[in-house]
């Protein structure tokens, strides 16, 4: 790809890279229309995968990887919990959001656990009123956002595409 910036075509012809990654062994049917999140999971995958046994074995992870932080805050207790898992991407709902802005902001604004709902400290030994939330602990270098554009709807058992709005 690096060669288009050194060429007069005006686009770059992905089939050779396509014909490389290989899904369950299977080649990709370029004229099939694939989830984005769902290829570029396995293309790094294969990335990690090829470069292994080589001394750029960790390219992926210090490129791409962040740490995501789930937390639960108790309302009622003093106590929290924090469990930390690997990012490669952030995945950002656009349902009701009118920008990039309002989609992290309800990323991290996080859901409160009440009632039937509420949430077993184990410290109190009982059910508290708590914030369930996530947070990026440690950026990546570079941030990959995907945005969840598609729902899927129990009656009649196919995905919605959400539309982005627009100002």
Known sequence: MGGLAYSDRPYWDPSHLIRKIKIEGNSINEREQKDAYEFLTILMDQIEFGLKSTPQSSLIKNIFMGTLSNEII??????????????????????????????????????????????????????????????????????????????????????????????
């Open 74 to 167: 108790c309302k009622d207790c003093p106590h929290k919990s924090e469990n930390l898992e690997p990012l490669l991407v952030l995945i950002l709902n656009v349902k009701n959001h009118k920008s990039i802005y309002e989609s992290l902001s309800d990323f991290v604004k996080g859901e409160t656990l009440e009632g039937e709902n509420a949430y077993y400290c184990e410290k109190c030994e009982k059910k508290v009123k708590a914030l369930k939330r996530s947070s990026i602990k440690n950026f990546p270098n570079n941030l990959i956002i995907v945005l969840k554009r598609f729902e899927f709807n129990l009656e009649t058992m196919y995905f919605k595409k959400d539309k982005i709005q627009s100002k």
